[in-house]
């Protein structure tokens, strides 16, 4: 994970949340993603804490502040980001796609505390809690189904804080068959190819070559390839032992 | 919203799931972000149909197909790629992270149909289930806390395949004044703090321009512009009428 260089500055602010589950579920994403600090200013259910949304988070949904004023949340912050479904509602307030907000706020992480709020499910935040924030920031959601639940629209914000916007390209393959294992499977294909007569049914010069080709465009796992040969060395052994069903034990 | 060329090809496929609110908010963060087959298999409730949490996306979750195998729910697709939230699960597949496999799926919905699959919230998707996978991809949680709510692990996954590489970075922004208006007010300004008394305390010879500067890096707003200039014009008003209160009618 890519965390911001200081994820402990980042507070996500909760305004006047009607669903105490969905502040459990807000605060279970930020334990996914690395944030910690929650606070909740004026919540509908003030035993939000009891949320069982919460899973693995029940310490951070423990320690959230509760304030009674969205000045008082944010007191301590040099940025105040504003979340909104809507593209320009007349705001005073520069709106900014997530993508590019949140490139702004992990700069801002850097070097001060920024807050990032929520509104209520029902109305999102109001014209009051708007005149707080320094810019607003939207998910770039369909026009014609704009509004998201709360607990996801958290969770999509703090993983684009998170993300790494350049993950290398073959982490976590798993390894590939070495040439030389490659090259031991395609012998015994090629050798059972000829004994089935599958070979001899095509007149072709590179026969051999095509073989080759074909297993090499296969990318074989290395887990795979003893696997594979012995099945080749299978076929082929029945094909010199037909009256046998099984190879003798070795 | 840049959405993946052919979004209708992709499939969310929720397998074996337990709170049929959850296929609701899958339902809606896939109206959210664009995307509209989505594919049950054995759910554990069978009047998940009926789920509230599916705001917006009633007609989404009436269209959802029903399957009673894995097999059967991905037969169409020529890419089948299998949510985990492990990290290597000894598993004979590669793991890819969110960033990098939603451009890998983005990549082949130009061309055929992907499904994406969630196991149930207790167990994930069964080794059985991993079978039909040609890949794993994984969201880059915390080690501490590596489970995601099954709506939000949705919402997450859909928002990386729809999110925009590229955003423009000025967009949406609120217009700035122009120069000639940003050009009165330090006019107005330079004049309130001569009046003052403000510049002959300090002896530099460069107030004007330092006046100018000190305006020019305030961004002023456009729509704000007017307001500016009038606070300043009754400040210097102020100074010469000192006897009134108010200025008269223009």
Redesign the interface.
């Known amino acids: ?2 965390a911001p260089s200081e994820p402990g500055r980042l507070s996500v602010v909760l305004v006047a949340t009607r669903n105490p589950l969905n502040i459990g ?1 807000a605060a ?2 930020m ?4 944030f910690s600090s929650l606070r909740v200013v004026n919540p509908y259910d003030s035993a939000f804490r009891e949320a069982r ?1 919460a ?3 029940a310490e951070l949904l423990a320690n959230a502040e509760e304030h009674t004023t969205l000045a008082a949340a944010v007191g301590d912050c040099s940025l105040v980001v504003g979340t909104t479904a809507v ?2 509602r007349h705001l ?9 907000g949140a490139r702004l706020i992990r700069r801002r992480l850097a070097t001060g505390s920024v807050a990032l709020l929520f509104g209520s499910e029902k109305f999102g935040l109001s014209n009051d809690d708007l005149s707080h924030c320094h810019w607003l920031m939207r ?4 026009e ?6 709360l ?3 958290v ?2 914000c703090l ?2 804080l ?4 350049k ?3 073959a ?4 390894m590939l068959a070495p040439a030389a294992e490659v090259e031991r499977i395609t012998e015994v294909l090629t050798q059972a190819l000829r004994e089935s007569g599958f070979l001899d049914r095509r007149v072709v010069g590179d026969s051999e070559q095509r073989v080759r080709r074909l297993v090499r465009r296969l990318r074989l ?1 290395q ?2 390839a003893i696997m594979w040969l012995g099945i080749f060395r299978q076929i082929v052994w029945k094909f010199r032992h037909p009256e046998f069903s099984a190879p003798p034990e070795e």
């Not at 334990?31 to 690395?34: A, Q, Y």
């Not at 998910?139 to 369909?142: Q, V, W």
């Not at 998170?162 to 916007?165: A, S, T």
């Open positions: 994970m890519v579920a279970r994403a334990s996914n993603f690395g949304s899973v693995g988070a593209r320009h005073r307030h520069p709106v900014r796609r997530l993508e590019e998910i770039p959601t369909r014609e189904n704009i509004s998201m639940n607990g996801q629209a969770a999509v993983y684009e998170i993300r790494d916007p993950p290398p390209r982490a976590e393959k798993s796992p887990e795979d």
